[in-house]
């Protein structure tokens, strides 16, 4: 979002120094010493303003939860080396060394939820410092199906293999982002197991607005996403491992006794169990029989503990099972063992990938899936087959058998599973042959490297001692002669004392990274360059490196780093998204005064003296805008500043309505009196958040009139150009009117009609007493008979002295035509429609007659007298209206119908002569009465305006 032209670094120091408005002026003279200090000294307390929490569950990607980012923490990209497993760390690089704050405990909905960074020096104000490892697991399914919480939990075994073991102190589970306290007992056990029987702590925030931060977190959002297969085994080798250890399982004289091939076959009781166990146990019983050395166990996983299934399965070759979690525990039988899947009828076609978990947990675990038999028996679905309602019917049905098929399928694998133990029985005898033979060829290597880098090393660092102690460059024979000497005894050398050799290697090891890292880039360059040449130029760098001028303050880099863009629009709140702070901008709070308008005003008190920057340009869903507050010295990167200030309306209906426009414009001159007369060099509209460029020309002519000049609406630009766009002072409303008392709507009002009749050069002098205008509409809501109605009201404003009618289009009229036209009216008859806004434009308390087509009453909502509201606040007097009870009845049954409304609402309006004669002759004879009274009062140029001096009103 690029609005506006971008300043040089001259102007932006100009922003940052430069006098505020006259409504700052107040807050910057006691603040600014104090931020200044802050700024150059210690930002300790900006940077704990600047943490801003976002959802954990981003509902804008609520239709593809999983993708990409996910919905999970959808600001923070993961850490991927090839072949590992996505995660989050804090504090990193990557976070700019900020920890990872948690807040929130809700179960049912995790975008109430909520994540931050922080520096550690400084965290969110009330906050909790948990120390050590906390691993942070989003899941999105269940933790207390075992296989979906293994599938959600391995990924943090994988990065303990990757750093060095580490073991967290506790873990926080979220389901959707929705928090969780507990997880399957079998993957607790598991976890305890791995993590060297660390116990699982698992933080239940009983506090829902308690702020929990890490000394260090590890996230995973992504299950085993992105990691290789041979990382994924590495990951359920370390699981198998250690829970055999847990469970004090050995597989020592496993093969004794002519014990060969373990087949088991894990029961189900109730869904997706067999129609007929003791069937499909003898079939496999009968062909276990016929292997040598084969023995068929039967199980119920549920009535074993963790570690008697951990036992079991690490006698198991062949496993046998329904789908369904207990298939699990096929990743603790050793490698290159077999699983024999069963399903009910119907999942092919209608039970989606999930019916393929454990296909692919095979191939990730080590093991061979030997294929699936799916019954082709069973209930009938009552709709067609591949509708997605038949699984409810299929989910859970029962497995029957065929035995033939059982049969030939059990010779199979269980010859295939005796081919492979051959094959690891002659590989382990090779194996433990090849140890005997040369037990120490391998040492030997490793001596030989240690040896070469150790020679390596202290060449190199030889040369760097000479060049800036001795301020020479050695020669080639210097370095032969030191190196031979060094292959006789490294520990003695004539050249290079033994002393700063040892400093050495513990000072200048990072230097040695370095030139590494250089070398390459080098050798890259040119092939010619010699490792002296290096040397020389690491010298510069080291010489020259006190001399080198620091762009930024690193404080100030820390606080432009802080910068957090929210949503514009809140989908939170979208049930309710007028109520509070509506859902725009909902993280900030309105300024209000007793009586005034509600406002959010940038920089300010409120906003602890930082400006409101904007990001985005969507037109069609106001959630991928955003919004941010910035400290003047620290705005985001590639920022434009937008100078003066900036005008920003939310409008929950449409600015191309005139009363809807009218009513989110009129906040804005009542902020234009309380500052004194300030005026917007630019605006910014918002629909639901949704970019604007356009509003009514009626509209944006009043506005005109009253702001003395042309309204710029900052436009949509390119789609590529993302960049922010902060305000040097920004004042945003989105309540409308809320919160202003009568007088200060009345005030506001009044300065728009003067400085509109100012703008139109109207003259106040009527020239008759008394002025009725009928403004008339085409089309929807139009009269049925325009000419009976004109005649009755004409008929009863020529009996009164002085009165006179007038008839008006307002689509045919300019704007100061309808300006002149409502300074001659005193009395204005309207069918319900945006062209009664015009009465804003007669002198105070003057008439409003209001008409309604059938059905509005019962069915239109409060909308229908937004009318009679707007004649209340500017100071009008609302007549009532007449509804016709005349018209095409709605074809659905009940007349209150909603449906009905959509006939209604663009229905025509007839006409009542009798009722019209006696309301016409009471709202005149009122209109005289205050004449006569002197409420109206009148001088020899017309009425007084009530805010006659005003912001330059006359």
């Known amino acids: 979002m690029n609005l506006g032209s971008n300043l040089s670094h001259g102007d932006i120091n100009s922003f940052r120094t430069r006098k505020r408005p006259k409504l700052q002026q107040k807050f910057s003279s006691q603040s600014s010493n104090s931020t200044q200090s802050t700024f150059f000294h210690d930002c300790r307390e900006e940077l704990r303003d600047s943490v801003t929490f976002l959802p954990l569950k981003d509902l804008r990607y609520a239709k593809e939860p999983m993708k990409d980012q996910t919905w999970f923490m959808s600001s923070m990209y993961d850490f991927h080396e090839e072949g590992q497993a996505l995660y989050q760390h804090f504090p ?60 959600a939990t391995m990924a943090f075994v994988s990065w303990h293999v990757k750093n060095q073991c580490a073991v967290p102190s506790n873990w926080i589970l979220y389901h959707w982002g929705e928090l969780r306290s507990n997880m399957a007992l079998w993957l607790r056990t598991l976890l305890e197991a791995t993590f060297s029987n660390a116990p699982i702590y698992m933080e239940k925030f009983d506090d829902r607005d308690s702020t929990f931060c890490f000394e260090e977190a590890v996230v995973m959002r992504h299950n085993e996403g992105g990691m290789s297969n041979e990382k994924r085994m590495e990951t359920y080798d370390l699981i198998r491992c250690k829970a055999r250890m847990y469970c004090n399982v050995s597989s020592e004289g496993r093969y004794e006794n002519g014990f060969k091939i373990g087949m088991t076959l894990f029961m189900r009781d109730g869904a997706r169990s067999f129609k007929n166990s003791s069937v499909v146990i003898s079939v496999f019983e009968k062909e276990c029989r016929k292997v040598e050395g084969c023995r068929l166990t039967v199980a119920y996983s549920h009535n074993l503990t963790v570690c008697q299934q951990v036992e079991l399965m690490s006698l198991t070759d062949i496993l046998v099972s329904p789908h369904g979690a207990q298939l699990t525990n096929m990743f603790l039988m050793d490698r290159n063992s077999s699983v024999m899947e069963f399903f009910p009828k119907g999942w092919l076609k209608v039970a989606g990938v999930g019916q393929f978990i454990y296909h692919w947990f095979a191939d990730w675990s080590g093991m061979k899936h030997q294929g699936a038999w799916r019954d082709l028996d069973g209930v009938d679905c009552p709709y067609p087959e591949d509708d997605a309602r038949c699984f409810s019917v299929f989910k859970d049905g029962k497995i029957g058998h065929n035995e033939t098929y059982f049969s030939e399928w059990a010779i199979n694998v269980l010859h295939y599973q005796v081919k492979i133990r051959k094959a690891e029985l002659q590989e382990q005898a090779e194996r433990n042959i090849s140890r005997i033979v040369s037990p120490a060829s391998d040492r030997s290597r490793k001596n030989s490297k240690i040896r070469f880098l150790h020679v390596s090393f202290h060449n190199l660092t030889l040369r760097i001692y ?19 000497s060094n292959r006789t005894s490294p520990l003695k050398s004539n050249h290079f004392p033994l002393k700063v050799s040892q400093c050495c290697i513990y000072i200048l090891l990072p230097i040695f990274v370095l030139i590494l890292i250089l070398f390459q880039i080098q050798s890259l360059q040119t092939i010619t360059s010699s490792s002296w040449t290096l040397v020389h130029q690491w010298q510069e760098i080291v010489i020259n490196s006190s001399t080198i001028h620091r762009e930024e303050d690193p404080k100030v880099s820390k606080l432009r780093d802080s910068v957090t863009f929210l949503p514009l629009k809140d989908l939170r709140y979208a049930k309710e998204a007028m109520k509070g702070h509506t859902w725009f901008m909902s993280s900030l709070y309105d300024m209000h005064e007793e009586g005034q308008v509600q406002y959010q005003q940038f920089p300010s008190r409120n906003s602890k003296g930082r400006v409101l920057c904007l990001k985005g340009h969507d037109t069609h869903d106001g959630s991928w805008n955003s919004y941010a507050l910035a400290w003047p010295n620290a705005l985001p990167p590639n920022a434009t500043i937008k100078k003066g200030i900036t005008f920003i309306s939310y409008n929950h209906y449409d600015y191309h309505n005139i009363w809807h426009g009218l009513s989110a414009m009129m906040p804005f001159v009542a902020w234009h009196i309380k500052s004194q007369c300030d005026v917007p060099r630019s605006w910014i509209l918002y629909h639901w958040g949704e970019l604007r460029s356009s509003m009514a020309p009626w509209v944006q002519t009043l506005l005109e009139a009253t702001f003395g000049g042309p309204i710029y609406i900052e436009k949509s630009v390119e789609e590529d150009d993302d960049s922010p766009c902060c305000f040097e002072e920004a004042v945003v409303m989105r309540h409308n009117e809320g919160g202003m008392s009568k007088d200060k709507r009345m005030e506001s009002y009044d300065l728009m009609r003067c400085k509109a009749r100012m703008y139109c050069n109207v003259s106040r002098e009527k020239g008759f007493k008394i002025g009725m205008t009928m403004l008339m509409r085409t089309g929807t809501r139009s009269f049925k008979n325009s000419s009976g109605v004109i005649s009755v009201f004409d008929k009863e404003c020529r009996k009164v002295e002085g009165c006179r009618l007038m008839v008006a289009y307002p689509h045919n009229l300019t704007f100061c035509e309808q300006v002149e036209l409502m300074s001659l009216t005193d009395i204005v008859i309207s069918a319900h429609g945006a062209q009664l806004s015009n009465m804003i434009l007669m002198d105070r308390n003057s008439s409003v007659m209001e008409l309604f087509p059938k059905g509005w009453l019962e069915l239109a909502g409060v909308g229908q007298y937004v009318h009679h509201w707007l004649a209340n606040w500017s100071g009008m007097k609302h007549q009532g209206a007449w509804r016709d009870p005349v018209g095409d009845n709605c074809p659905y049954p009940d007349d209150n119908d909603r449906r009905c409304m959509s006939m209604f609402k663009n229905a025509r309006i007839g006409h009542n002569e009798t009722y019209f004669s006696e309301w016409a002759r009471n709202v005149l004879d009122y209109q005289l009465q205050l004449q006569e009274q002197g409420i109206l009062r009148r001088n020899r140029g017309g009425l007084v305006s009530p805010v006659s001096g005003l912001c330059g009103c006359i």
Do not use: Q
């Open 92 to 151: 990193s690089k990557a976070s700019k060394g900020r920890v990872l704050c948690l807040k929130g405990n809700n179960t049912n909905d995790g975008s109430w939820n909520s994540y931050a960074l922080a520096y550690p020096d400084a965290l969110p104000p009330n906050a909790t410092f948990k120390k050590g490892v906390t691993f942070v697991s989003n899941n999105h399914y269940d933790f207390d199906n075992i296989w979906h919480g293994l599938s």
């Open 466 to 484: 000479w060049a800036y102690t001795m301020k020479k460059t050695p020669s080639s024979a210097e370095i032969e002669n030191n190196l031979n």
